[in-house]
């Protein structure tokens, strides 16, 4: 059975602090990789897609992806207040198949 | 910007009884799904949809789920006879390609009583 792991937190940053999220997933060969993030009661919104090993930068967000160790992470700079949510990672497996499998997420809180 | 949108935002039912959720995805997107996610638990995946047909489907998508693209802007999920455990958060998404970022509308919350 394909897993998506996370550690459910709560992981409590300091206002802008690094927040490092970490994801490992089961299927070897997983070939695309999600960051949701979902406030409570409301809808994943996708933050960032990564497809292939290394990092991938876009604003506060960085994305890293080492599949050798099927290992996924998120790293926000300068955490805000409005950061804390629950990120989700989700991967999709080989190609031809589309479906996403989630982890169960990482609640962030960030302080003021 | 392109949004998928669902409706109802809320619907209590009653065990036993049939109800239709209904999603409009993204106009140039070419694949469909529905997520549920239980409180507290995980997003869990139900059904592709792709090319008007089913192209994958989870265990939890039995026989009391069905989906449907009545028309060419409309998606919808049908449970036949819904049981309490039925109650969730139901999202919809769509997708331009099959390896590409998924999208998701802000979903349906289904009480069943």
Redesign the interface.
């Known amino acids: 059975q394909k897993e998506v792991e996370q550690n459910s937190g709560p992981l409590s940053v300091p206002e802008g602090a690094i927040a490092s999220l970490n994801c490992t997933y089961s299927d070897r060969v997983s070939q695309s990789f999600f960051w949701y993030r979902q406030y409570s009661g409301k809808s994943p919104e996708l933050i960032m897609s990564i497809y292939s090993n290394g990092d991938k930068e876009d604003g506060r967000f960085t994305a890293q992806l080492n599949k050798a160790s099927q290992y996924v992470s998120l790293l926000i700079r300068d955490s805000q207040p409005s950061d804390s949510a629950t990120y989700l990672c989700a991967v999709k497996p080989q190609l031809g198949y589309s479906t996403l499998t989630f982890g169960k997420g990482t609640m962030l809180l960030v302080s003021p | 910007e392109p949004e998928v949108t669902q409706t109802p935002s809320h619907q209590v039912t009653q065990m036993g009884q049939e109800v239709i959720l209904r999603c409009v995805p993204i106009s140039n997107h070419l694949?469909f799904?529905w997520?549920r996610q239980i409180l507290g638990?995980?997003?869990?995946?139900l059904v592709?949809f792709?090319n008007n047909e089913i192209?994958?489907k989870?265990e939890i998508f039995d026989d009391q789920f069905s989906v449907e693209r009545p028309d060419g802007s409309n998606f919808t999920l049908k449970i036949r006879s819904t049981k309490l455990e039925d109650s969730a958060?139901y999202?919809c998404a769509s997708?331009q390609g099959?390896?590409?970022?998924?999208?998701?509308?802000?979903?349906t919350r289904l009480t069943v009583v």
């Open positions: 694949y799904y997520y638990q995980k997003v869990e995946f592709s792709y192209s994958e989870s958060m999202f997708s099959a390896t590409g970022e998924a999208f998701f509308g802000q979903g």
